[in-house]
């Protein structure tokens, strides 16, 4: 059973929260930024949005291992890396080429000299479409699907073990061009479904995943409502 708590930073902020393990959803407006940490690491998957919650990451990050993972080259995945500490590494970078402006913001970056066996990854192959590039993460019961297709869902629904899958991040943000009717079915024990995208703006989560995810009983959290999002794990 999953334990769902909205968290913010106060100066009643105790140091247990930085020992336990959360998997946070960043309210960065549209785009993407989550965090899984525990008491000695901090990993983020992708980091793009048009806001940062700079100092509250870092504060929950000091003194951390901190690790990269990205799903694809997009700007809103990708455009708030160069502020990460240069003593992160990067463990799965974006697959293929991008613009030298976007590839610079991962230069400096070193690759981490082994990879993590809290995170499985499913590698897709190279397309034209940059969101069918995308890398999908599952750490413990979280599924981080970048902007992956309901094409590429459809491959990887069948070799990512997603049986204990508890909470979902939309892909491409609650888009119809992704989580299909065979992805949720693939999830029989989903218990929250979390946008990070401006609905006001985008009109992200898109009406037909709102009523999709609504027939299949799934709460759905935006981080517009919200902010920032924590699940205790």
């Known amino acids: 059973m999953f334990l769902f708590s909205l968290l913010f930073f106060s100066s009643s902020f105790t140091t247990e929260v930085f020992v336990r393990k959360y998997f946070i959803v960043w309210n960065v407006g549209q785009g993407q ?64 080429r991008s613009s030298k402006r976007k590839e610079k913001l991962i230069q400096g970056f070193s690759r981490c000299s082994d990879n993590t066996d809290l995170v499985t990854t499913w590698i897709p192959r190279l397309s034209k479409i940059s969101n069918a590039n995308s890398q999908v ?70 009406a037909e995943i709102i009523s999709r995810l609504q027939r299949y009983k799934i709460p759905l959290l935006r981080t517009e409502d919200w902010g920032n ?3 205790e794990q």
Not at 77 to 92: D, N, P
Not at 163 to 183: P, W
Request: aromatic share 10%; charged share 25%.
């Open 229 to 231: 999002i924590w699940f």
């Open 33 to 96: 930024w989550t965090t899984w940490t525990d008491a000695t690491k901090c990993l983020h998957f992708d980091r793009g949005g048009e806001f940062f919650p700079q100092k509250k990451a870092s504060k929950l990050c000091q003194q951390k291992e901190q690790r990269m993972f990205v799903s694809h080259w997009d700007w809103d995945h990708v455009g708030g890396i160069g502020a990460l500490s240069k003593t992160s590494c990067l463990e799965k970078p974006p697959l293929g």
């Open 137 to 206: 993460f599952k750490i413990q019961n979280v599924l981080i699907p970048g902007d992956s297709t309901i094409a590429e869902e459809n491959r990887w629904s069948h070799e990512v073990p997603l049986q204990d899958v508890g909470i979902l991040v939309l892909g491409h943000h609650g888009s119809r061009t992704s989580t299909s009717e065979n992805l949720l079915k693939a999830m029989p024990h989903l218990k929250h479904a979390v946008s990070s995208a401006r609905w006001r703006r985008y009109k992200h989560p898109h």
